[in-house]
């Protein structure tokens, strides 16, 4: 089974703080995903990337940037930290090929104080 | 933009009901709908993936059904136990988007004994 590793389950940072957020997957996937997750707002796209260094915006790329150096890692920055970004965070990978399943990664709760 | 809603947010059955939980979307030119599990403070895990060809996927006991050109898909829950409580997400994929999902909020489900 593909597995997709976030390094922290929950995170508490300072307002302006830097902030990053790792993520690892194990199939030789292409795309890798990072979403935020919110009560009543649902999953939202923040940033994705289709290759090693490779990266476009989602729907709400805003206060973020990530980096993808290696195609098994994703990783998402959190310039400055602010409290409208206390959320839970979901890595995602496919393989690449439209019309794969999406494979999710057991989410990082980030609390900014 | 396509927009996709699940109703109702939330539902509460007595064990070994069958049940049925909805999703509609606004743009029907889409590569696949996804229905994907999430356990409390967990990732999602993906349980089902129609592609836009299809009508319906089967796996034990879940059955999803897709009709496109109405904007609905339908997933089928037999002889409902208690660990089938969860959170239901339903997801497209739409042409033109890469491999970027649009995500309904979900459908909160309580299997009771």
């Known amino acids: 089974d593909v597995k997709v590793t976030q390094s922290s389950r929950y995170l508490v940072k300072r307002t302006g703080e830097k902030v990053f957020l790792e993520c690892v997957q194990d199939m030789d996937h292409e795309n890798m995903f990072w979403y935020r997750q919110d009560p009543g707002l649902g999953l939202r796209l923040i940033y994705f990337?289709?290759?090693?260094?490779?990266?476009e915006k989602g729907d709400i790329p805003e206060g973020y940037s990530v980096s993808r150096e290696k195609k098994e890692r994703f990783s998402l920055i959190l310039e400055s930290a602010s409290t409208n970004q206390t959320s839970m965070y979901l890595c995602?990978?496919?393989?690449?090929?439209?019309?794969?399943?999406?494979?999710f990664g057991s989410g990082t709760q980030l609390s900014v104080l | 933009k396509q927009e996709v809603t699940q109703i109702p947010a939330a539902l509460s059955v007595p064990e070994g009901e069958n049940l049925v939980l909805n999703c509609s979307f606004t743009d029907s030119a889409i590569y696949n709908l996804q229905w994907f599990r999430q356990d409390p403070g967990k990732g999602l895990t993906s349980l089902l993936l129609i592609q836009s060809s299809q009508r319906e996927q089967t796996s034990g006991r879940l059955n999803a059904s897709l009709d496109k050109s109405s904007g609905r898909s339908t997933l089928y829950i037999a002889a409902s136990q208690p660990g089938d409580s969860a959170t239901y997400l339903c997801?497209?994929?739409?042409?033109?988007?890469?491999?970027?999902?649009?995500f309904g909020t979900g459908t909160q489900l309580k299997v009771e004994l």
């Open positions: 995602a990978s496919t393989l690449g090929q439209r019309r794969e399943k999406l494979f």
């Open positions: 997801a497209v994929q739409r042409t033109g988007g890469g491999n970027k999902l649009t």
């Open positions: 990337s289709y290759d090693v260094k490779m990266k």
